[in-house]
């Protein structure tokens, strides 16, 4: 599977942002999907992730109540609403795919995925 994301930019705090992460190919529904981001001089981070069927998401503290992962099978994307956006969200963030059966645990390291998107720079500055 191919993941293009996109949607990163320049905002001021308190600002939205949504990201996009379209997938090539006819499986979609299949993969658990994630968002992690990275920050200069940081090790990538788990951001939030949705089960295949959308029913089920998992967040990072850091980010819950102001962020909403989303998917649509029939479309083949993955967002990433970004509400209350703080100088610390400055990062590339980075769409992630695995396979997995629809039951299991949705995995929240990065060493879990086996696809990645290119990234898009979300910057949040005044």
């Known amino acids: 599977v191919q993941l293009q994301a996109s949607g990163g930019g320049l905002v001021q705090p308190g600002d939205s942002l949504r990201l996009s992460c379209a997938s090539s190919?006819?499986?979609?529904?299949?993969?658990?999907m994630g968002w992690f981001r990275q920050a200069p001089g940081k090790e990538r981070e788990f951001v939030a992730a949705?089960?295949?069927?959308?029913?089920?998401?998992n967040y990072v503290d850091s980010v819950k109540g102001r962020f909403t992962i989303s998917r649509d099978n029939g479309k083949n994307t993955l967002w990433l609403q970004m509400n209350g956006l703080k100088p610390e969200d400055t990062a590339t963030y980075y769409c992630?795919?695995?396979?997995?059966?629809?039951?299991?645990?949705?995995?929240?390291?990065?060493?879990?995925?086996?696809?990645w998107g290119q990234g898009t720079q979300v910057t949040v500055s005044s």
């Open positions: 190919g006819r499986t979609f529904s299949q993969y658990v």
């Open positions: 992630a795919a695995v396979r997995t059966i629809v039951t299991a645990p949705i995995p929240m390291h990065s060493n879990d995925y086996d696809y």
């Open positions: 949705i089960s295949r069927d959308g029913a089920r998401t």
